[in-house]
């Protein structure tokens, strides 16, 4: 099969839940040899290594160099040690550029401090460290353009996930367009971000399972992220060429459960997301 | 038992993390913006009254100092909000009202590179204005206006904040916005920041024109020296704003003007 020239690898379907098969959410989008991440998962360094072994050579270590990150809730940003040092320490030597709302140069600095041992003996030891792999170049972001090269433009857009900014990502490659809503309750925002894309990445917790949950929980989700429901509502408005479901809540459900909670109110194709799944 | 509170107290406020020091940091630069439009009023009058003989009376001066602070906080506003995906803007200044590690010596370096920066600068224009009066057939009356070394320090002070504010947050930032839409790159790459850079650089030198009127004859020569002057000068400082950050530009304004309005007037007074 012929592949897209914009592609979107899983690298993580994941959510707080330290579930085995799934880790924190990370979307690595591949477009004209170009790799651009979205979001920062824990087990993000792992699997990207593992796309790279199934032949997806873009996302090899030493060129895990751009990252777009969502919101600065620790389920997407665990893996940032990992994906800042790692791939350093394996022979990056471009610094890690990170997009990210206000707070994200704050974040990798003390990230840095935290490692600063370990940086300083890997300078300094008798590792043949480079000098500069180490580093992070922050770029904090409102909504609108925030990057755009020959294969892709990047747009922000809020969403509705807390008090602390979070925002959404639009990617148009050249023949396709991809949606990640990141953490969000529904809005009419996402909806006209994604109209007609070919892709579209949208959290969701299973209505079913939100039934059983604590009422304190079912107040903090309700506000804060994307029921099945309310996301088949969503996207019967956008009309996606696909709606992939990651950062999947099931709370004891199961994944046809989930999708057949969805099919109630939205009929055209959908996939649940798994990590490593290629769109 | 360890953490048991958030370690940093801007984290707790309600309307999320980081949101409280930028809005602090709006105001240190208005303030300081408002320290700078105050702090270059004696200079300035200094020159009305040497080339005029008569002071601005205070109700237009008012009205002119609150036309420039709000030009300040215009391209301050600009350049903050325009300036993180680009690579400029004032993530030194951000990192610093953060508390981010090392922010404090990292401004510090900042600042010392730029005041060398700028007192050579000053102290290389000095020479080559000295080079070129003894060469070119400049007009006669060059030296018609005089102001204390003081009002010269004040204004160095004030220059160093806000032409920085306007012309490199502002400008340049600006600049390379319209570039970055019109070659549709975003960071813009180097040459683009350096065409912004000129750009800005070329803005600040006519900006310096009017004073000129003032010293003394305007001619092709005398035109070409001030733009040439400035916009030298210009361009190290937008280099400084790019690599090293905005404080650096300041400092470096500030250490250049200290030479051209200060130092000068007092070590070769005429
Ligand atoms: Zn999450
Ligand atoms: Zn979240």
């Known amino acids: 099969m012929d592949q897209p020239a914009t592609r979107a690898i899983l690298l993580g379907s994941g959510t707080p839940h330290a579930d085995p098969d799934r880790c924190g959410p990370a979307v690595a989008i591949v477009a004209g040899g170009e790799l651009y991440l979205f979001d920062c998962g824990p087990g993000i360094v792992r699997r990207a290594a593992a796309a790279c072994r199934a032949g997806a050579t873009e996302l090899e270590a030493v060129r895990l160099q751009r990252l777009f990150l969502t919101h600065l809730h620790s389920d997407h940003t665990a893996g940032l040690p990992d994906l800042l040092l790692t791939p350093w320490v394996l022979g990056r030597r471009a610094p890690l550029e990170v997009w990210g709302p206000p707070g994200t140069a704050a974040m990798l600095s003390h990230i840095q401090e935290a490692y600063r041992a370990d940086i300083r003996l890997r300078l300094e030891g008798r590792e043949p460290a480079n000098e500069t792999g180490w580093q992070a170049r922050p770029h904090e972001i409102a909504t609108g353009r925030v990057y755009e090269d020959a294969q892709v433009a990047i747009d922000a857009f809020p969403v509705r996930h807390g008090p602390a900014p979070a925002f959404g990502y639009r990617i148009a490659g050249r023949e396709r367009s991809i949606v990640i809503s990141g953490d969000t309750a529904p809005t009419d925002e996402i909806v006209s971000q994604s109209l007609g894309c070919d892709l579209l990445f949208h959290e969701v917790y299973s209505r079913a399972g939100f039934a059983r949950q604590p009422a304190d929980w079912q107040a903090y989700h309700r506000e804060m992220h994307t029921a099945s429901d309310e996301l088949a509502d969503l996207a019967s408005r956008a009309c996606p060429g696909l709606l992939v479901l990651y950062h999947q809540l099931f709370w004891g459900e199961s994944e046809e459960g989930l999708i057949a909670e969805l099919r109630g109110g939205y009929g055209a194709r959908i996939a649940s997301g798994r990590d490593l799944d290629v769109y | ?270």
Request: charged share 10%; glycine share 10%; hydrophobic share 55%.
């Open chain 2, 1 to 270: 038992m360890g953490h048991e509170s958030l370690p940093d107290a801007t984290w707790t406020s309600t309307s999320g993390p980081s949101r409280r020091p930028r809005a602090r940091l709006f105001g240190w630069i208005a303030a300081a913006a408002v320290a700078g439009v105050l702090a270059t009023l004696p200079y300035e009058q200094s020159i009305t009254l040497s080339a005029e003989s008569v002071l601005l009376p205070w109700p237009a001066l008012l009205v002119a100092s609150l036309v420039h602070l709000a030009l300040v906080l215009l391209c301050a506003s600009i350049g903050m909000r325009l300036g993180p995906t680009l690579g400029l803007g004032a993530p030194d200044l951000i990192a610093w009202v953060e508390r981010q590690p090392h922010a404090g010596s990292k401004l510090g370096r900042a600042i010392r590179r730029g005041l060398l920066w700028g007192a050579a600068a000053g102290i290389v224009t000095t020479m080559l204005g000295a080079a070129a009066e003894a060469i070119l057939p400049l007009p006669e009356e060059l030296h018609a206006a005089s102001w204390s070394p003081w009002h010269g320090l004040l204004g160095a002070f004030g220059a160093g904040i806000n032409e920085e504010l306007i012309f490199r947050l502002g400008v340049m930032t600006l600049f390379a916005r319209l570039l970055s839409l019109l070659v549709r790159r975003l960071p813009p790459p180097p040459a683009l920041i350096w065409t912004a850079n000129a750009l800005a650089a070329l803005g600040f030198g006519f900006a310096h024109l009017p004073i000129l009127e003032v010293l003394t004859e305007v001619n092709h020569l005398t035109v070409g020296l001030v733009l040439a002057g400035n916009g030298l000068v210009g361009l190290l400082f937008g280099w400084l704003y790019w690599r090293s950050g905005l404080v650096a530009a300041m400092a470096a304004h500030f250490a250049t003007d200290l030479v051209l309005k200060a130092l000068v007037p007092l070590l070769l007074p005429l």
